[in-house]
């Protein structure tokens, strides 16, 4: 790899994920550990590309997202990843990072996943940096915990962990759940492409402080994982579905009991997920998961994806349609 020669830029590309077991509420809101285990499916679509230069002498990080300088929470989130990258390098140089994303950005769509799982790859390759796929999933994770999932392609589950500081985040990492024969579609409805009005950092810290479901969430959240895992194996949609779909509404119940509330639901929302339960008594597999956002994931057959965009696009006349299957994980390109 480049290994952080000057004017030569490390490039990578990553992949947003989908979580099936959610993850919500951080343990250790510095070393980014998440309370509960989660299991996601990367995606094929919308990549976020990054390439990482070092500039020696320069007077601070420079950071452009889709051509405009990155600021604000953006900015200080990813220089204090930048900051993690020279202190376990024992580097000083600043950086300049340039992002480009394919999916519309704070839309509940993940794209802090994609993103701070290609900045973890180019960003360790150009501090010379040279971490395995553990430690590499261990160090996005420090960007967005959901980012440590996104290293992986299919299917992923990461670890919580257990303990507190070092140990803990030793302890919390994605790794691959082998699922050679599932390969079902996801229906993507941006039913909304705004960015959301709560954060989903400040959404879960008021959650896990105040919601009195957390926990009943968070413990019916290892049967639901463990359910999952068998159902991948036999590759049981209906089986994976079903537990998809009662573990994101579990996640919503405890945002909808914080207080005060945090609702990311909005009509439209509510509209799909009734299109969804019209497939399923018409006979069509479909199940839906919410993430920090109105839009609607629809996990079906491929077969039946065509069927069920065009449900979903009748049930939220004017959102957009995607259709993603399971994806690569994060890699360097041009090598
Ligand atoms: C997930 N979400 O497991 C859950 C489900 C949204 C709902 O991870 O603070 O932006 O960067 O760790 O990753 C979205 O939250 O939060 C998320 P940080 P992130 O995919």
Do not use: Q
């Not at 509940?108 to 999933?137: H, M």
């Not at 960007?143 to 140990?167: E, K, N, P």
């Not at 039946?304 to 994980?329: L, N, Y």
């Amino acid at each position: 790899t480049a290994g952080g020669a000057p004017g030569h830029g490390v490039t990578a590309v990553a992949h947003p994920n989908i979580a099936l077991i959610k993850y919500w509420g951080k343990r250790d809101e510095r070393l980014m550990i998440p309370y509960v285990d989660s299991l996601s499916m990367t995606l094929d679509i919308f990549p976020t590309t990054t390439t990482v230069r070092l500039a020696p002498g320069a007077p601070a990080d420079s950071l452009t997202l889709d051509g405009s300088p990155a600021e604000g929470e953006v900015r200080r989130r990813v220089v204090g990843f930048l900051d993690l990258l020279r202190e376990r390098s024992g580097r000083s140089e600043p950086a300049v990072v340039d992002t480009h994303n394919s999916v519309p950005t704070g839309a509940g769509l993940a794209s802090s996943a994609s993103g701070f799982a290609a900045l973890a790859l180019a960003g360790a390759a150009a501090y010379g940096l040279d971490p395995d796929r553990t430690a590499l999933s261990r160090l996005a994770r420090r960007g967005s915990a959901s980012a440590s999932r996104s290293i992986f392609g299919g299917f992923a589950v990461c670890h919580a962990g257990r303990g507190t500081g070092a140990a803990a985040d030793l302890g919390s990492y994605a790794e691959p759940v082998p699922v050679p024969d599932f390969d079902p579609a996801l229906v993507i409805a941006v039913v909304d492409a705004g960015a959301k009005a709560v954060s989903s950092r400040a959404a879960m810290r008021r959650t896990v402080e105040t919601s009195p479901l957390y926990r009943a969430w968070a413990t019916s959240g290892k049967t639901d994982l463990a359910e999952m895992r068998v159902a991948l194996r036999r590759g049981d949609l209906d089986a994976v579905g079903e537990i998809a779909e009662r573990n994101a509404l579990g996640m919503h119940a405890t945002m909808l009991t914080a207080r005060p509330a945090v609702r990311y639901l909005s009509p439209a929302t509510v509209a799909v997920l009734d299109g969804v339960l019209r497939l399923r008594s018409d006979g069509v597999p479909a199940y839906a998961t919410m993430d920090a956002g109105p839009n609607v994931k629809v996990l079906c057959h491929p077969a039946d994806a065509d069927r069920v965009a065009e449900a979903v696009r009748g049930a939220a006349p004017g959102c957009s349609v995607f259709t993603a299957r399971r994806g690569p994980g994060a890699r360097l390109t041009g090598e």
